[in-house]
């Protein structure tokens, strides 16, 4: 007969540890640590006891009683965490499902599928990798690796770049599939091994970049604090093994056998990715690991509230996690909260600032506003958290309802303009080229483009008429060969000619025009119908011109240019 008064679940899965206890809501598949003071409070509601025995208990136990509106406000949060069972027949809430999909943009997070059985089935037969012996026997192979690397650096980078062609790309991938997956499967078993379950494995885009991950949250339920970071550990640790045996392969078999090809990826890509897990300022391995030495769950989300608190006391509000830090606690927030809040943000930027050069030099003012719409829609989430905390978003209206409403469109209209006539970033323009035969005389004309001798050779390139305004003898040119991907070739405009293009090339891209570049080659690389892409560079240009530039725009501003020709010009 139910009481009406709360109750703990009882299938919740408990585990005590270090002075607090982690509970794991096997339905949610979440964890949540409570101090021990707290899991007693929570743990006295079967269902019968009143509020007021409760606090006799805990009177009893700790020498102090909580006040009603305490036990009352905590009984609520177990409710809102869903740890109470319901009082009511029929009225069971439906346990949550787990989305297959979660994160944001630069934090997405993708479930593929539960790896649990199959993990059972291998967990045996990987036994020898959980003892000393393996860490003995593959720990000379990975100094003997890195002897190798260091001493033949030089090697190597002459081979990685003999790796870019068609061909390798999928043997690449595949060798990056195998390593990221063998990665994942070791934290996997070694959760299996010391008791744990893994119900999840998928795929992460970390600020646009793939990768794997498994869910191995149940080794917060290992008592021991060795078999937590044992676990995080295994992951890169048998990465490692395989970057060095990758390694010996390359150096012992033939450059120019598949397998010397594969191994070479796979010690350039773990390579990568092993700097990059270990780094402790992005939730990968290295940030998990240093969270569990510290004895700290979700250590990135309490640093930044920490600091984001301290902030918000500018605005004189108080900061409750201020108040529940120890002093250990605040010292590691404030550290981590602002060396992981400055490498995201310079992370973010530095992504943000080569899209939107990408974009800009390849689309100008579409690419402009296409790299600003898309680092609107990027930070919209974080936005939005943050105008929805109380006391700057209330701070902030109150000031901004302060200023009149003309003040403001003028600020916004004075931004607005700063960045249009203020901002200035590099026009290119871009054709494609191809090399003609190598010159037998250079002319007076050519001598500007500051390009001699024997090893300079001219290519000709596809400008169309409506861009050729933009473009004067003497200005840089870069050009990529699709024979050549993995080299850059640099000149200057030699000559524009008046020839137009053929009639294919008038069809697609308007009326075309040639321009004349020296390149220099002293490799002599370059070899004469060789085709590929070129920039011009023609300086630097206000963000206004390269808005009303593109045929995008002519739509808007041709019309209104000839109705201020026509209308203006008459007022005078």
Not at 118 to 143: E, H, M, N, Q, S
Not at 307 to 324: K, N, Y
Not at 356 to 370: D, M, S
Request: glycine share 8%; charged share 25%; hydrophobic share 50%.
């Amino acid at each position: 007969m139910a009481t009406g008064e709360p109750k703990l679940r009882s299938d919740l899965v408990v585990s005590r540890q270090e002075g607090f206890v982690v509970v794991k809501d096997p339905a949610a598949g979440r964890f949540f640590r409570f101090r021990e003071i707290e899991y007693f409070l929570a743990s006295q509601f079967d269902g019968s006891i009143l509020f007021g025995q409760v606090r006799e208990r805990t009177r009893q136990k700790v020498g102090v009683a909580p006040t009603p509106d305490v036990v009352e406000g905590f009984v609520a949060t177990l409710r809102r965490l869903g740890l109470l069972e319901t009082t009511g027949a029929g009225d069971e809430a439906p346990a949550p499902r787990a989305r297959r999909v979660r994160g944001d943009v630069l934090h997405l997070r993708l479930s593929a599928f539960d790896p649990d059985p199959l993990l059972d089935r291998l967990v045996g037969k990987a036994r020898l990798c959980f003892t000393p012996y393996f860490v003995a026997l593959t720990a000379p192979f990975i100094l003997l690796a890195l002897g190798i690397v260091i001493g033949q650096r030089a090697e190597i980078a002459r081979d990685l770049s003999r790796l870019f062609r068609v061909e390798t790309v999928l043997l690449a991938w595949l060798a990056i599939f195998i390593v990221a997956a063998a990665h994942e499967f070791a934290h996997g078993l070694t959760c299996k091994h010391f008791g744990g379950h893994v119900r999840e494995m998928g795929f992460l885009l970390i600020y646009f970049q793939l990768a794997f991950y498994c869910n191995v949250s149940d080794a917060w339920l290992f008592p021991e604090k060795s078999k937590r970071l044992l676990v995080t550990l295994a992951g890169p640790y048998f990465e490692l093994v395989l970057w060095a045996l990758a390694v010996l392969t390359w150096r012992f078999t033939g450059s120019d056998t598949w397998l010397n090809a594969m191994a070479l990826v796979v010690v350039a890509a773990s390579g990568v990715r092993l700097f990059v897990n270990l780094n402790p300022l992005i939730k990968l391995d290295g940030y998990y690991l240093l969270s569990d030495a510290l004895g700290i769950p979700n250590l990135r989300a309490r640093a930044f509230r920490y600091v984001s608190d301290r902030i918000t006391r500018l605005w004189g509000s108080g900061a409750r996690a201020l108040q529940e830090a120890s002093p250990r606690e605040r010292r590691i927030y404030l550290t981590y909260g602002l060396l992981a809040g400055g490498y995201s943000a310079w992370l973010l930027g530095l992504t943000a600032w080569a899209l939107g050069r990408l974009l800009t030099e390849r689309y100008q003012g579409t690419g402009a506003i296409l790299s600003a719409g898309l680092l609107v829609a990027v930070l919209q989430n974080r936005l939005k958290r943050f105008g929805s905390r109380p006391a700057p978003a209330q701070a902030w209206r109150g000031r901004l309802a302060s200023v009149k409403r003309p003040v403001k469109v003028l600020v916004a209209l004075a931004a607005g303009l700063a960045v249009l006539f203020l901002g200035r970033v590099e026009l290119t323009v871009t054709g494609k080229f191809t090399v003609t035969p190598r010159p037998q005389h250079i002319k007076s004309a050519d001598l500007s483009a500051g390009v001699h001798g024997p090893e300079a050779v001219t290519a000709e390139i596809a400008v169309p008429e409506k861009e050729i305004g933009d473009v004067r003898v003497g200005q840089p040119v870069a050009l990529e060969a699709r024979a050549l991907p993995e080299k850059s070739f640099f000149g200057r405009v030699a000559a524009i000619a008046p020839a137009r293009a053929n009639e294919e090339e008038d069809r697609w891209r308007g009326r075309v025009l040639r321009v004349t570049t020296l390149i220099d080659d002293a490799d002599l690389l370059l070899k004469p119908e060789m085709t590929g892409n070129a920039k011009i560079y023609c300086g630097e240009r206000r963000v206004v011109d390269l808005l009303t530039r593109r045929r995008v725009f002519d739509t808007v501003t041709r019309p209104l240019a000839r109705l201020l020709r026509a209308g203006v010009w008459s007022w005078w």
